[in-house]
């Protein structure tokens, strides 16, 4: 937690940074803790833990910005600290876009508490987190003659931060993560050796799902055995929730304010126009009680509002920062986005591939890239081919290509199996007519 003696502290260097030479200035405080337990055949193989604490100042000068870090919070020592942060930004070029946010713009406390610190995270008992390691590793340990190896990690962490600036902002945030994670490696045919992995995570360790995680991952790779590739051709495409995010990844950073000033954004003066189907509607939810990823403000210090992204494949909102704003000349709204809702549908993964003659299910990514000017990508996948309902072969080594519009437009199904755990809500998805390269 963030002492009311640092709080002060901040607020003292706050004003020390006026008293010599800034125009305005910002200052957080950050401290948090985080532990790992990586096991292998559910002995311990590596075990992390690490705690820090920091001072963050951004300062103006003169028209001029710079940013500096110190974890040394004594008063004295952060005396000199400041008077040269302040003589280093002199240096710096003239910057007119970079001030601080308009302070009407700014969260003025008064909601609930968003509940997303465990208040038991202090007492959990180390033994009880290797335990939990332990445990999923033995769910696969054994299980098939072909395993090679089963990794396994318990990992947990605690944050909080306290922010003030200048013109009028204070804030704090607090929070604390856990999470189990098993990858399982087995031999194939010939000299292949798949493996794959699962994991669950929860901001309380009560509601950590701490059964299955092992299990699933021997699952994951098993069915991996014999992977091939299929003909190239068009298919219908249907994506797991576990990588379903990765092709939203492109149409967010598209409508980024650096990506937009840059003009490296294939969405571009896209604002108001349809760029994905009809059923390709995301919201911005900031306020969930005990989500991931929920915040009353962004790291601006700008209160998070609920917000249309998408609405029926037409872009309603780019995220834009003061000083990108600024520097383009249009109004910001918030820097990046907090919890990320699609629009669900009515049936789960099995649902959505039984309903498929002839297609594919990708199960993972590997590699590629996608182009943030044109929207074109090529990703190499993994997974299996969809015959009449049901799936058949393993696959691998095959590339999935095309163009991020005209692929939202071909959005033909959502599932509704998103993970609740992630602050990107993204449920399993069908798009039509799809290109794939492999034989």
């Known amino acids: 937690m963030i002492s009311n003696e640092?709080?002060?502290?901040?607020?003292?260097?706050?004003?020390?940074?006026?008293?010599?030479?800034?125009?305005?200035?910002?200052?957080?405080?950050?401290?948090g803790s985080n532990t790992s337990f990586e096991l292998r055949d559910a002995q311990m193989d590596k075990l992390q833990q690490a705690s820090e604490s920091r001072m963050s100042l951004f300062l103006y000068v003169d028209g001029r910005y710079g940013t500096y870090s110190t974890n040394r919070l004594d008063k004295k020592e952060l005396e000199s600290f400041i008077r040269n942060g302040v003589e280093s930004t002199r240096y710096l070029a003239e910057d007119e876009a970079r001030v601080l946010p308009d302070a009407s713009r700014y969260y003025k406390g008064g909601k609930p508490d968003l509940q997303l610190l465990d208040p038991q995270f202090s007492a959990v008992n180390p033994d009880n987190k290797v335990a939990l390691a332990q445990a999923i590793a033995e769910e696969a340990l054994g299980k098939d003659p072909r395993i090679i190896s089963v990794e396994s990690s318990y990992g947990d962490g605690d944050g909080f931060s306290y922010q003030i600036t200048s013109n009028g902002f204070e804030g704090e945030t607090q929070q604390s993560w856990y999470s189990l994670s098993a990858s399982v490696a087995v031999k194939g045919e010939g000299e292949a050796r798949p493996s794959s992995y699962w994991y669950e995570s929860s901001l309380y360790l009560d509601k950590l799902v701490k059964e299955g995680v092992g299990q699933?991952?021997?699952?994951?790779?098993?069915?991996?055995?014999?992977?091939?590739?299929?003909?190239?051709?068009?298919?219908?495409?249907?994506?797991d929730p576990m990588n379903s995010g990765q092709?939203?990844?492109?149409?967010?950073?598209?409508?980024?304010?650096?990506?937009?000033?840059?003009?490296?954004?294939?969405?571009l003066d896209k604002l108001?126009?349809?760029?994905?189907?009809?059923?390709?509607?995301?919201?911005?939810?900031?306020?969930?009680?005990?989500?991931?990823?929920?915040?009353?403000?962004?790291?601006?210090?700008?209160?998070?509002?609920?917000?249309?992204?998408?609405?029926k494949g037409v872009l309603k909102t780019y995220y834009?920062?003061?000083?990108?704003?600024?520097?383009?000349d249009v109004d910001p709204t918030v820097?990046?986005?907090?919890?990320?809702?699609?629009?669900?549908?009515?049936k789960d993964l099995n649902g959505l591939i039984s309903d498929v003659a002839h297609g594919i299910l990708v199960t993972g990514f590997n590699g590629g890239n996608s182009n943030s000017s044109t929207g074109d990508f090529s990703y190499g996948i993994e997974g299996f081919l969809?015959?009449?309902?049901?799936?058949?072969?393993?696959?691998?080594?095959?590339?999935?290509?095309?163009n991020m519009i005209t692929l939202w437009n071909s959005l033909a199904e959502t599932g509704n199996d998103p993970r609740l755990n992630s602050s990107w809500r993204i449920p399993s998805l069908v798009f039509e007519g799809v290109d794939f390269s492999g034989l």
């Not at 092709?247 to 969405?267: T, V």
């Not at 969809?386 to 095309?402: F, Q, W």
């Open 6 to 31: 640092n709080k002060k502290l901040a607020q003292w260097a706050m004003d020390y940074a006026l008293k010599n030479g800034c125009q305005a200035a910002k200052v957080s405080l950050y401290s």
């Open 320 to 328: 834009i920062d003061t000083y990108n704003a600024k520097k383009m």
């Open 216 to 239: 699933k991952a021997l699952e994951r790779t098993l069915q991996k055995i014999g992977q091939k590739k299929t003909k190239s051709g068009r298919y219908t495409m249907v994506v």
């Open 335 to 346: 820097a990046n986005p907090s919890i990320l809702v699609m629009q669900l549908g009515n």
């Open 386 to 402: 969809i015959e009449k309902g049901k799936l058949t072969l393993p696959l691998s080594e095959m590339n999935v290509t095309g």
């Open 272 to 311: 108001g126009q349809k760029v994905g189907s009809d059923k390709f509607t995301l919201l911005d939810e900031p306020h969930l009680i005990g989500a991931s990823g929920a915040r009353y403000f962004d790291s601006e210090g700008v209160a998070t509002e609920r917000r249309s992204v998408f609405d």
């Open 247 to 267: 092709l939203l990844r492109p149409m967010l950073s598209a409508i980024f304010g650096s990506a937009l000033q840059q003009k490296n954004s294939f969405l």
